[in-house]
């Protein structure tokens, strides 16, 4: 096996030594000329595009066969300004035709390409007659059918530039590799690219590149990879009238937040907006991408349906989903309409940029919704944002044990926020619903709440300062805590002035409760409020500020009597000041001076109002009567009046 190893070996290495042999003798024979012609007359051929070099030319024939152009500028025929400028383009030579005195360029090399591409209105591009030659010198039985099997890009510049929809884009260090062999349809492309500040690892791959070239129909298969997002799409693309593509598509981010800044889209407040999934069929037709079978993640929700993205001159996002469970805690815990810690309302000004961002349309539905700590069963919402104004309709919830629906609405007005409100809530715990909706804790029962309300300003604070509109409430079953009016009433009727005792205890259960509220410049007025008790009736009148969160009513508690029997009952007027958590309810002290068979007099016989004035205060401070020290000058001043 040696002898037969040595004797096939003996020609082999003749045959390579004549070949070499051969090449040095082509590379002192060849007329350069003549092959840097050869070489700038495939690429016209190949591209469409003139070359123009306006730097030195390198030829080398051994020990590697190739021809470096510095300074090269292509371009068409009838354009001024070149497509594409390279500081280097070296053109490898195949070595076989090389040895018969033919040249032809295997592959290309470009280091440090600059590509501009330029968009026109009817879609076309400075590039289109590069493309459209390509595909006629690959159509099998071309004429003079000459191709590359391979394109590299180094260090490259992409600039892209649309007037029409006023975008410009800059792609750098660009490292890439195209390739499409000649014996075979598909094409592929894998590189690297700076965007944005990120590095992008990319990959594209037609079955049928020809076909694509022409616009016709091919498979494509394309991947981008980057830090803030991962995009995917297999399936076809084609291209005669418009753009065309049909196929699966995966998203994934670990922050769609820094995904969406990163494509220079505005993300509405800070919070939420985190993890984010999406795999579904797209058909993209021109600027239009319809998504069906959606199956979309994000902060932990998941939900199915259709989506709708378009961008034809103002972004456009249209969705149909329905989801098992939603949690809206993350993108409202940022909003807060109290300060943090206090009773004042929050006087952060808005963020209403978002508002202006894009246009929404959107159905949902979930079987269970949680938005901070309010959780709702079967819910329909409908969102719909347009022009900067937000729009959010209430189909029906199960909210506070009963059923709400309504219509919610924002409008922006530079910094300002208009706002409008029209809810229904039906046989719902009023104890939860008047806590939520206005920090009330002290009523409970079940009932109908019905809200039109409007309000404009750049914080919660500006709202409440501004609300207008109407409240109306009806409830049944229920109590009032804080006191008890009955236990009140009666003890106060046998001993008016045998001390007031605690009178912020206790609970006054009621069956039938009646409100009506009207609002103007951020001041309610009780238009009407009773409530009819087993014992006991009450009866309020007065005004509330929404912005300082404070009561300043009066009202008339009295028992009732038995039916049939006649009397009136015993009555007594009382007054409810302070802030809306914990209000004061005291009685009227003139009202319990004049029950006492032996105050009554003396306050009749005291003419003089600053005597007069000493004396109930005296009293009232026995009873326990009376407002708050701090609110005390200005209580006195209207009983005064």
Not at 10 to 33: C, Y
Not at 135 to 153: C, D, H, L, W, Y
Not at 304 to 309: L, N
Not at 356 to 367: E, H, I
């Amino acid at each position: 096996m040696a002898q037969g190893m040595k004797r096939l070996g003996m020609p082999i290495a003749a045959l390579f030594g004549v070949a070499v042999l051969a090449l040095i003798g082509t590379s002192w024979f060849l007329n350069r000329d003549a092959l840097r012609q050869a070489v700038e007359a495939q690429i016209r051929a190949v591209t469409g595009l003139d070359l123009v070099v306006s730097g030195a030319i390198d030829v080398s024939v051994f020990p590697g066969s190739y021809v470096s152009f510095h300074n090269v500028g292509l371009k068409g025929g009838g354009t001024t300004d070149p497509a594409l400028q390279v500081d280097v383009l070296t053109a490898n030579l195949r070595l076989l035709p090389l040895l018969l005195r033919r040249f032809e360029i295997a592959d290309v090399m470009m280091l440090r390409p600059h590509i501009r591409v330029v968009r026109e209105a009817g879609g076309e591009s400075n590039w289109t007659p590069f493309i459209e030659r390509i595909a006629r010198t690959m159509k099998p039985g071309a004429e003079n059918q000459v191709s590359f099997s391979e394109i590299r890009i180094q260090d490259g510049v992409i600039k892209y530039e649309d007037a029409t929809n006023n975008v410009k884009e800059q792609l750098g260090d660009i490292d890439l590799s195209l390739a499409w062999p000649s014996i075979s349809r598909s094409f592929a492309a894998t590189g690297q690219f700076d965007w944005r500040g990120e590095r992008v690892d990319g990959s594209i791959s037609a079955s049928d590149f020809v076909a694509m070239l022409s616009r016709d129909r091919s498979g494509l298969k394309a991947r981008l990879v980057s830090a803030p997002v991962k995009l995917a799409f297999d399936g076809s693309v084609a291209n005669r009238t418009s753009l065309m593509m049909e196929g699966t598509v995966t998203a994934d981010s670990l922050s769609l937040r820094n995904a969406l800044r990163w494509m220079g889209q505005a993300v509405p407040g800070s919070g939420g907006f985190g993890r984010f999934a999406l795999r579904a069929r797209a058909n993209v037709v021109g600027a239009s991408v319809a998504l069906t079978n959606v199956n979309v993640e994000l902060d932990g929700n998941v939900a199915e349906g259709v989506m709708t993205v378009a961008n034809n001159g103002r972004q456009t996002l249209q969705a149909t989903l329905a989801a098992g469970a939603l949690d809206f805690t993350p993108y409202i815990s940022t909003f807060r309409l109290l300060a943090s810690g206090a009773r004042d309302w929050n006087r952060q000004l808005f963020d209403l940029t978002s508002l202006s961002a894009t246009d929404l349309d959107m159905r949902l539905s979930a079987a269970r919704v949680t938005v901070g700590g309010t959780k709702l069963g079967r819910t329909a919402l409908g969102a719909n944002l347009r022009g900067g104004a937000l729009a959010l309709s209430v189909g029906e919830a199960q909210m506070y044990g009963g059923i709400a629906k309504g219509s919610f609405g924002i409008a922006r007005l530079d910094t300002v926020a208009d706002v409008k409100a029209q809810l229904q809530f039906t046989d719902v715990d009023l104890q939860a619903c008047a806590n939520e909706l206005f920090g009330i804790t002290k009523l409970s029962g079940r009932g109908n709440l019905g809200l039109s309300l409007v309000a404009s300003g750049a914080s919660p604070f500006g709202l409440a300062s501004s609300l207008d509109g109407t409240a109306t409430m009806t409830g049944h079953d229920g109590a009032i805590a804080g006191f008890n009016v009955e236990q009140l009433l009666k003890r106060l009727e046998r001993r008016p002035l045998s001390g007031g005792g605690n009178f912020r205890s206790g609970s006054t259960p009621y069956d039938n409760l009646s409100v009506s509220v009207r609002f103007n410049d951020g001041i309610a007025t009780v238009e009407d409020i009773r409530v009819d008790g087993p014992t006991t009736r009450l009866t309020l009148t007065g005004t509330a500020s929404v912005p300082s969160r404070e009561y300043d009513l009066k009202g008339v508690a009295s028992l009732t009597s038995a039916a049939g029997s006649g009397d009136k009952g015993f009555e007594l007027p009382f007054v409810v000041q302070g802030p809306w958590d914990d209000p004061l309810v005291f009685p009227d002290p003139e009202s319990l001076i004049r029950r006492s068979p032996g105050a009554a007099p003396l306050l009749d016989a005291v003419k003089d109002r600053k005597t007069r004035d000493a004396v109930r205060s005296v009293i009232e401070r026995f009873t326990g009567g009376g407002p708050r020290p701090a609110a005390a000058d200005g209580a006195a001043g209207a009983k005064a009046n």
